[in-house]
């Protein structure tokens, strides 16, 4: 690992520790916003690092990469409330349904990486994307892993 991608997986890591601190209620909420955009930076850096993107690529690639992001989250902020929503009050019938809108969410998820694969693709190249993945991936992982 070269010295660019030590320096900001401890950036990363120095961020991700500022998460362990408590505060008030209020405090708390501004907290979490604060580490919720510390988070969001470290992210940016990380996949700008590792896509190696150009400053027009850049420029091109985050408005995509946000609009995409933000309604896999919908995506999936709808699936956990449908599966969490009923609890062991549901009926099998009830259940049953929630589990059928789960596939179609995670159908239309499918659908969404796919469009959006072909708009990634008009601005970095399939290399940047599947290293785009990757990136995400080994992201998420690190986040786990420091929230353990």
């Keep these: 690992m070269n010295t660019i991608h030590r320096k900001i997986w401890l950036l990363a890591g ?27 930076d470290a992210k940016v850096a990380i996949i700008t690092n590792r896509l190696n993107l150009t400053s027009e690529q850049s420029k091109d690639f985050w408005p995509i990469y946000n609009e995409f992001s933000q309604k896999k989250r919908e995506m999936n902020r709808s699936m956990r409330q449908l599966i969490k929503g009923k609890g062991v009050e549901a009926s099998d019938d009830q259940a049953m349904n929630s589990l059928k809108e789960v596939q179609d969410l995670k159908q239309k998820q499918v659908e969404l990486e796919k469009q959006y694969q072909e708009r990634f693709l008009t601005v970095i190249s399939a290399k940047q994307l599947t290293e785009l993945y990757s990136a995400e991936r080994d992201f998420n992982e690190m986040l786990l892993q420091r929230l353990k």
């Design 14 to 40: 120095m961020l991700l520790a500022v998460l362990s601190f408590s505060a008030s209620d209020v405090q708390a909420q501004r907290r979490n916003e604060e580490e919720i955009k510390k988070i969001q």
